[in-house]
């Protein structure tokens, strides 16, 4: 095998941004997608050039016409059809959030231990360049001993009735978009929070559609995190050390001209740090390549995923509870 057959498993709107990474990468091809409704499927198909289309989520993953599939369903299905697909010998790229328990995550890296099969979160903004290139000033000391790191993500939502907002789809702006300034803090921290505090504004259908968390870390480092569906269009980050500061405007999407990467040293002028440009989906498409086809470990690990679920589900109980949750 030296080129991955790649299945779209639903016709969520998020697949416009993962199909031209697929089409991109060197060692991929979308070559079918599918949907509850055949209908559906074709006309899906017939507007994006996929070759092939079926009518049931079953008939794609036992069809031996795929080698990798994208799932992106609502997130209450990513546990069952990650699972399945995994049965059915297919590897899987399974979209953020992972799953909506530790529970769910352990019986999915279990599906994918006893077939074999490569599992992993696509959370396609740690694979670019910017967040590299973070990771490693981190790393290497450029920013002193970590102190501090805030995230934030929001959007509005307009729709009354939107699948975010539905509680049994495992809605709520936590699970969606503060996942993403989570898993980032986790990423500078290097782990997960020893605990956390967290509130939460519930809108009428009783998800929470404003959520600010703040995480605690060994050596009193701490993160704060912050995400809403009721703010206009929002993203930002920082990373805060003894030596200086690295902030980010477009830390999780649109990383385009309006990206801006700011470095401001404890002694000197703040200046812009250049990042080399890269789509932002292709990294998670060739970290996968790799993984199937070189035997490469997953740049993002199963176990940070794990840690991922575990920090949101403990953020979740504290703001329930109204109390500190520890997670050691």
């Given amino acids: 095998m030296s080129i991955i057959r790649w299945g779209l498993l639903s016709t969520a709107n998020i697949n416009k941004r993962l199909i031209p990474a697929i089409r991109m990468s060197q060692r991929g091809e979308l070559v079918a997608v599918a949907s509850r409704d055949e209908k559906k499927a074709k006309a899906y198909a017939r507007d994006w050039e996929i070759p092939t289309a079926f009518g049931s989520y079953e008939a794609m993953l036992t069809s031996g016409s795929i080698d990798a599939v994208y799932i992106s369903l609502p997130n209450h299905l990513h546990a069952e059809w990650s699972i399945r697909a995994m049965t059915e010998g297919v590897h899987v790229l399974c979209e953020k959030p992972f799953a909506l328990s530790v529970d769910e995550v352990d019986r999915m890296i279990t599906a994918s231990e006893l077939n074999k099969r490569v599992l992993a979160e696509a959370f396609m903004y740690r694979h670019h360049p910017q967040t590299r290139l973070a990771g490693d000033w981190v790393q290497r000391g450029k920013l002193g001993d970590i102190c501090f790191v805030r995230g934030m ?176």
Wanted: without cysteine; hydrophobic residues 40%.
């Fill in 153 to 328: 993500f929001n959007f509005t939502i307009q729709k009354q009735h939107h699948i975010r907002l539905v509680p049994e789809y495992g809605g709520g702006s936590l699970w969606d978009i503060g996942i993403y300034p989570l898993s980032f803090a986790q990423f500078i921290m290097g782990g997960p929070p020893t605990w956390v505090s967290g509130s939460q504004w519930l809108g009428e259908t009783g998800v929470d559609e404003t959520f600010a968390g703040l995480l605690h870390y060994a050596d009193d480092r701490v993160a704060m995190i912050g995400s809403s569906f009721r703010a206009p269009f929002f993203t930002s980050a920082e990373i805060i050390g003894t030596e200086g500061r690295l902030a980010f405007n477009r830390p999780f999407v649109i990383l385009d001209e309006t990206r801006k990467l700011i470095f401001q040293p404890r002694d000197g002028e703040p200046r812009e740090i250049p990042v080399p440009e890269k789509e932002l989906y292709l990294g998670q498409i060739e970290d996968m390549h790799a993984a199937i086809l070189d035997d490469e470990p997953n740049y993002l690990s199963l176990d940070e995923t794990r840690n991922h679920i575990r920090t949101a589900e403990a953020l979740y109980r504290s703001a329930q509870s109204e109390q500190v949750v520890h997670l050691d």
